[in-house]
């Protein structure tokens, strides 16, 4: 089936009990067992084990990742963590440069903490760094957060495999819809779905599919996300199976509006440069046009004439776009970025294109820019 309707149908979800359309909301963390001792439902014991919303969330986004198997996290970065952790003491670790600095900073601090040798490379460093290094992992992120820089995923997966290396994907920009990662070659593919796949602005969650569920390194995932007990609770999990279920619709609606704003932008004379892989100057946009299909998300930064003060006036400005950190929800948002992260230039601004009309979106931005 095609992802608009796995999505819309919640994978073909019916409440069992009552035929519902719409999974039922099992609160209980524990469950009753009969006078003989048996589990009253014979699946359900703990709800740290038991939990029906995250295992349908699962099913959902592993069946538009093309996935045998998903696992729910408590938080993007918790899923990032989970998947990096069975990297071995004194083993080596290859991280793209210029990502999520989330990601970055939490890889720094266990890399060093477990004697894991760090290598952080650039875009076009990275097929050289996997030959050379022949590392346990490589983490990327594609299109990145916030210099929208593109991956080639096929090409990279040729040489991990040929190294036996492991290729993490953080595709939480491009979403199951733009992007499939594990099609094209990576083993594990990692989402923030506190960000598009949620879109609602109102659930912190973390993903990772993977076709690979038998290997060592999937099992370690497993096995420590149950016995640490990184675990989603039953709403979070619901509500992002009621968020997924459009976004087919959240993604290719906020694509289009991105591809014409940074268009717009792009003509714009107060901006310098607008990131975006949809506009075919940007460096990585034949990568993407080759990997992503249906649109190039709706995450884009701009850099401003008049540097800092300029991006600062610019944000101050907004009327629509709220300025607030996060991307992939359904209103648009606008950062800047270096106030949390002094290494992105003064001049960048990130907008995430939400759903609003494109008219408002562009009115607003060109009242902000003049
Ligand atoms: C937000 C984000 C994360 C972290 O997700 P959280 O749910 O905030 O922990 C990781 N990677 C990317 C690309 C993100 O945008």
């Known amino acids: 089936m095609k992802d608009a309707t796995i999505a819309a149908r919640a994978a073909g979800h019916i409440d069992r009990a009552t035929g519902g359309v719409v999974p039922a909301l099992h609160l209980s963390t524990t469950f009753a067992r009969d006078d003989a001792y048996a589990p009253i439902a014979s699946d359900h014991v703990y709800l740290r084990d038991d939990n029906d919303a995250a295992r349908l969330a699962e099913r959902i986004v592993a069946q538009l990742e093309q996935a045998r198997a998903a696992l729910l996290f408590p938080s993007g970065m918790a899923a990032i963590a989970a998947a990096l952790r069975p990297v071995g003491n004194g083993g080596t670790l290859v991280l793209q440069r210029g990502i999520y600095w989330g990601t970055t900073q939490w890889v720094r601090a266990f890399c060093d903490r477990r004697g894991v040798r760090l290598v952080e490379v650039g875009t076009d460093e990275m097929t050289r760094a996997v030959e050379q290094e022949r590392p346990e992992v490589i983490f990327v992120e594609t299109p990145s957060n916030p210099w929208l820089e593109t991956v080639d995923i096929a090409a990279l997966a040729r040489v991990t495999r040929a190294t036996g290396s492991l290729l993490v994907v953080d595709s939480t920009a491009a979403t199951p819809i733009l992007t499939k990662p594990l099609v094209l070659g990576a083993d594990i593919v990692v989402h923030a779905a506190t960000k598009a796949l949620n879109g609602h602005s109102d659930v912190l969650a973390g993903v990772l ?63 310098a440069r607008v990131l975006y892989p949809g506009l075919p100057e940007h460096t990585g946009h034949e990568i993407a046009a080759r990997q992503m299909s249906g649109g190039f998300g709706g995450l884009l930064s701009i850099r401003l004439q008049g540097g800092g003060e300029a991006a600062r006036r610019f ?56």
């Not at 599919?209 to 999990?237: C, K, L, Q």
């Not at 619709?249 to 003509?267: D, K, T, Y």
């Not at 996060?326 to 601004?349: F, K, N, T």
Request: charge should be negative; proline fraction near 4%; include cysteine.
């Open 315 to 370: 944000c101050g400005r907004l009327r629509l776009f709220h300025r607030a950190t996060s991307l992939g929800g359904v209103e648009s948002l606008a950062e800047h970025r270096h106030e949390i992260e002094p290494a992105v230039p003064p001049d960048l601004v990130r907008l995430s294109i939400g759903i609003e009309d494109l008219d408002d979106l562009v009115a607003d931005l060109e009242q902000a820019l003049s």
């Open 209 to 271: 599919a993977t076709n690979a569920p038998e290997s060592e390194h999937w099992r370690s995932i497993v096995t420590e996300r149950h016995d640490g007990g990184a675990v989603i609770g039953p709403f979070e999990a619901w509500l992002l199976v009621r968020g997924m279920r459009t976004l087919t619709l959240r993604v290719a609606h906020s694509s289009a509006s991105a591809q014409r704003i940074a268009s717009w932008l792009a003509a714009h004379e107060a901006v």
